[in-house]
Nanobody, 116 residues
Framework: QVQLVESGGGSVQAGGSLRLSCVAS????????MGWYRQAPGKQRELVAD???????NYADSVKGRFTISRGNAKNTVYLQMSSLKPEDTAVYYC??????????WGQGTQVTVSS
């Protein structure tokens, strides 16, 4: 079973930056696309960005130009560099991995709070 552990969340003022990391362990050879989702209070979980094993990226319109997703060389780590943060970026951020077996795994989440 794949396990995902996120880190890097915290509190920052608007305009600031944070970098989230997610490390996968277990049978990492089955991992395909990895991504970041977020869920704000009272809202549904939404895609922020994802990246394939080949490096193809996909971003939500709300974060394009401000956030950058990347993967480590070992392909079991995914990062989210967040810049020009806004109060509306405040949410719990979750790491997600897809696998060849179509099973999906989620991390426990990390809180990001942006104050105005």
């Amino acid at each position: 079973q794949v396990q995902l552990v996120e880190s890097g969340g915290g509190s920052v003022q608007a305009g600031g930056s944070l970098r989230l990391s997610c490390v996968a362990s277990g049978p990492i050879f089955i991992i395909t696309t990895m991504g970041w989702y977020r869920q704000a209070p009272g809202k549904q979980r939404e895609l922020v960005a994802d990246i394939t094993t080949g490096g193809r990226t996909n971003y939500a319109d709300s974060v394009k130009g401000r956030f950058t997703i990347s993967r480590g060389n070992a392909k079991n780590t995914v990062y989210l560099q967040m810049s020009s943060l806004k109060p509306e970026d405040t949410a719990v951020y979750y790491c997600k991995s897809n696998t060849f077996g179509a099973r999906v795994y989620w991390g426990q989440g990390t809180q990001v709070t942006v104050s105005s």
